[in-house]
Every structure is written in structure tokens, then in C-alpha cells.
């Protein structure tokens, strides 16, 4: 269970985030929504631990982050708006080497499996991935949702460069992730389709 | 096992950078070349007067080795901080600094490694003989690490500031200079045949003191870097 | 001065108060500078002996010393702030650190000039390798290092804390950087005539080299809280403060 307690955020000069407060059980979605600038991402670094919170604190099953530091990061991912990959590894060693440091170890067998299920077919598992196009670049990062027991999963315009079918395909495994008592938290601008009775939904005015 | 677990995310961080340096084997040439380079550049300059070159080779060769180091800090945390690799490496369940030592590991082990390696070659270039190549040697691959681990403060510092290549230089050679003044010292007096273990043993609690406090300040500078 | 016993400090530790203190102190601190500046450069030029090995030359070490002194003083002094403000995640300590160092970087500077001033008849060349001004020259470069990081960065709270860091990693190395450099210089017989062991001291020497530090410490007191109020006015220039008295206290109720 992911507790915000009153958290603000200050970027620069300007605030963006004030004395918000939200809790998400297992099973549930919260999309957070907002223009440009309002602090979607902010928000999201903010929950990981990576920008500390002005004020106000984070929980994760009711003990403050940053007491828990190591405890809260594994059993969280986070995928930023950059795709974490390295250009000059294939899709397989980058998500083997992300997932193997994030303390999440995997066969070449498994990764593969994923690549596949977010539609990259095994004739460019091998290639450097600097010769892929953004939407398979995003979704060779998306892979590791296909791979890890994680159960938080924050997610910054997971959707973007994404295709149709793709994006079906991203649904889909959200959906059963919820199913499975995951959390999910993601900045888009897109409609989440995993139904009313699992969406939370937070709009920052910025 | 939690020590376990440490040891082996250590590992993997450093294989991975090593793997990485495999793929672009143009980089770490560049440093090797480099040291070479200007170590050469010294006798065209100075004459090749072999009492002279003898008395300037530690000092020559040791701050030719400073600057290699230097040339290939700034692509410690470069690369990972622009394609957001960085900010994933924050989220690894293991403490910050535990990732530093194993970087900076990576990093000597690609561009300190092969100046120490090479420095024997240098010093006879230069006229050293037998004993005093020897400590050459040693004395660099005492105090190459502790130069990765410092230097590893200043790139942190100045991950995606302007102009950060001149900064790191600025803020990082005036660190360097105990070890730049033990490190030759010891070939210095080993030529001279006052002995040389003053100066090593020196050079090794430098690295001692520099394993132990520059990665919690590299961990929190890039925590800093990536607010 | 019992008055003062009274006041709560943290009251001031805040920019809003601070900023009307700081006004008040300056001149005062100022004129306590110029009045022991005064006393401490007759009583060096004037009153203290001639010494017989070095004539006269010898008296630019009432400027010299203390603005060695100073100089490292000060950096101490930055790096305290930097610490307490990394620790305690306090803007006003970051902003103590910012004002401190250029000051602390000016008599540094000084401490080389008036050093290579006396080195020129005593040594015969305007720089020597000389320990002391080696390490003074070092301990100017780490200067330079954390006020360029700080103008190099354009967040100011990024800029505060890397510079914090830097200051910090700084006054570390500054003890093992001033070992190394005396190691080195007994190692290769540089100066002959050492700084530190020049004139014995007379008793009216020592007391002209205090009163010219003291003067100097009140001097870098008035700059500092000079320099700290324009950093608050431009830290703050989105905050408004300056409201009427009577509004601040009723915040201050509520």
C-alpha cells in the first residue's frame, strides 16, 4: 500500500506540488493527468525516493520511504520518459544487465519471452539497439514489465512513441498486473482502459 | 547473504561497464594513447639530454598519467546520465555507494590499468633503469586508483553542467596534487637511493582514506546531480 | 551586552530577520575593522623592531601572516556552513557559505602578494616554491573551484549543494595537501629563509599580528553580512517579505 502524507514539491522557484495527499491499495491504478509543466513527472521522481519531498512524507505499507530505502526499491519499478537503455548493447543484454542490477536476475530464455510478448520479433533481439526506431526503443524499456515480480510500478507516459497494438498490448499486461494485486501509478495523457472500479485518477493543476 | 548480494550487484556493475568499454574500444585507446603522447611530447621539448630526461621523467610521467585520468573522467557517469541509466542505477535496492566503487572500479580498470601497464615502456623512453621503473610502476598503481576514486567527486559534481569538462579539470587537479607529490617523490628518491617505501606507503593510505570517504561523496554529489 | 543574552537566535535564522541584523551589524563591524586595521598596521610598520637579518623588508608579514591566517580561517568557516547546510538541509547556512567565499578567496590572494613581495628581496625572485605560498596558491585554486561550480550551475539549490560538497571535499584535503606540499619541500631544499621561521617574535610583533588578524576578522564579518543580505535579496525576490509589521506579527499568532 503506497501512502502520500501531505507531500510538496519545489522545482526551482516554483512550486508545483502542495500538501498532497493520496493512498493507493493493491489493485489499483492511479493515472495522473495534467498540461505540460504541471509536475506529473516531478511527482513520479518524487515517490521513488529520487527528488525529496519539500514536505511531507511517502509510505510504503505504512513506513516512511526513506526509512526503508532498500526494502521500498525492491519491490518498486520505475520507468522514466528516457528509455534507461544502452545504444551500444541488444534489446536482450539491456534488459538481462537492467533487470540482473535491479536485483531482479533472469535467464536469456525469459527475456526473449518478453521482447516477444511486446511484439519485437527475435531477428532484432541480437541487433544494437541503437539501430531500433523510439516506439521499439520503448518498448524493449516496456520489457521489463514482462520480466519482474515487482509489485509498484511507477510509470512516466509509459504510452508515448507507443503503436496501436502496442499500446493494447501495455493494457493488457497493466490489467494483469492489477489482477494480481500490483500498484500502478502513471503519468499519461492517454485513457487508461483497466476499468472504473481499479482507476484513481489525479489531476495536477500545476 | 545480504553481503553476498552486495559483492554480486558489485560484480555485475563492474562487468557491465567493462562490457561496455568493449563496445567502444576506440575510448579506451584514446586514453593509452594520450598518456603516450604526451609523455613523448617531453624529451622534443626539453632535449634529449639523458641526465636531464632522467632527472624529469618521474614528474613528466606522473602528470601525464593525472591528465589520462583526467580525460576519461568525464565519461564516468556522462553517458549513463543522459540516456537515463543513471537515474535507474539510483533505484538498484543496494546502498549508492556500493555503485560508485563498483564504477569507478570499471573506470580504473579500463584507463588506469593500461597507464600503469605501459609506464615501464615510458620510463625506459626516458632513461629510468631497473629500480626506479620498478617503483614507477608500483607507485602508479598505487595511486592511478586513488585518482579514479577523487576524480569520480568532481564528475559527479559536474554531470550535465555547462562547460563541464573544463570545471571537472578545475576542480579536481588541486585534489590530485598529495598524490602527484608522493607519486613522483617515490621515483624520485629511488633514483636517488634514499629508498622509496615512505612515499608508497603513504601512497597506499592515500587510497586507503580515498576507498573510504570519496564514494559517500561521489553518492551524494550524484544524488545531488540528479534531483 | 547583556541585552543580547536575551535575544533568541533562531529568531534570526531566518532571511526576514536576519536581513534588518545584518544592516544594523555592518557598520559597526566596519568601523571596528578600520580602527584595529589602523593600530595593527602603525604598530607593525612603526612600533615593532627593525629586524637585523631582513631590514625592513621583513614588516609585510603583519599583512602577510594574518591574511594567511584568514585565508584558511575562512575556508574552515565556508565549509562549517556547507556541512551544516547539507546536514540540516538549511538555505540560510548555504547562503553563509556563498558570502563567505569570495572574501575568503581575497586574502588568500593577498597572502600571495604580499608573499611574493617579500620574497623578491629576500629571496631575489618574485616566487619561490616556498611551502607556505605553495599551499596558499592551492588553497586559491580551491576557492576558484567552489565559487565556479556554484555560478556554473543554474539551479540554486543544485548549486548550493554541489559547491556545499566541493567545500566540504575541500577542507578534507586541505590538511593532507598542506603535508604534502612541506613533505615536498623538505625533500627538495627550496627556500633556505622559511616564512614561518622568520624574525623571532618580539612581544609587540605578536600583539601587531593579533590586532591586524582581529582587524581583518572584522572586516570579513562586515563584507560577509554585506554580501549575505544582496544573496538574500536575490534569493528572495519571490518571496515577499516586506510586509507591513503589523500583518508579520499577526502571521507570527497564527
Known sequence: MLKADNVSCVRGERRLITALSFTLERGRLLAVTGANG?????????????????????????????????????????????????????????????????????????????LEAVGLARAIHRLPTRVLSQGQKRRVSLARLWVSQRVLWILDEPFAALDAASTGLLMQQLRAHLSHGGIVIAATHQEIEVGADRLDQLRLAG | MNQLGMFAALCDIIRRDLLLALRRRSDVLTTVLFFILVGSLFPLGVGPEPAVLRTIAPGVLWVAALLSCLLSLGRLFTADYADGVLEQMLLIPQPLSLLVIGKVTAHWLISGLPVVLLSPLLGLQFGLTGEALGV????????????????????????????????????????????????????????????AGAHLSLLGAGLLLALALAPWATATSLRIALE | MMGFARINWFKYSSPQAFYPLAGRLIPWCAAAAMLLIGAGLYLGFFVAPTDFQQGQSYRIIFVHVPAAWMSMFLYVVMAIWAGLGLGLNARPSFMMAQAIAPTGALFTFLALVTGAMWGKPTWGAWWVWDARLTSELILLFLYGGVMLLRTSIDDSRRADRASAVFALVGVVNVPIIYFSVRWWNTLHQGASVSMTAAPKMAATMLMAMLVMTLGFWMYSLAVTLARMRCVILERERQASWDTPPSQQDALEVS
Not at chain 1, 528509455?83 to 535467464?107: F, H, Q
Not at chain 2, 576524480?151 to 602527484?180: W, Y
Open chain 2, 136 to 195: 614507477l610502476t608500483l607507485s602508479l598503481l598505487l595511486g592511478t586508483p586513488t585518482l579514479s576514486f577523487i576524480g569520480a567527486i568532481g564528475a559527479a559534481l559536474t554531470l550535465g553542467v555547462r562547460g563541464s569538462s573544463v570545471l571537472i579539470a578545475l576542480l579536481v587537479l588541486p585534489l590530485f596534487i598529495p598524490v602527484l607529490i608522493f607519486g613522483a617523490g617515490a621515483v624520485s628518491s629511488s633514483a636517488s637511493g634514499i629508498g
Open chain 1, 38 to 114: 504541471s509536475g506529473k513527472t516531478s511527482l513520479l521522481r518524487m515517490l521513488c525516493g529520487l527528488l525529496p519531498a519539500e514536505q511531507g512524507r511517502v509510505l510504503w505499507d505504512g513506513e516512511d520511504v526513506r526509512a526503508c530505502r532498500e526494502r521500498y526499491l525492491a519491490s518498486l519499478i520505475y520507468i522514466g520518459h528516457l528509455n534507461s537503455l544502452k545504444d551500444d548493447l541488444t534489446p536482450v543484454e539491456n534488459v538481462t544487465i537492467s533487470a540482473r542490477l535491479a536485483g531482479e536476475a533472469i535467464s536469456v530464455e525469459k527475456t526473449c519471452e518478453a
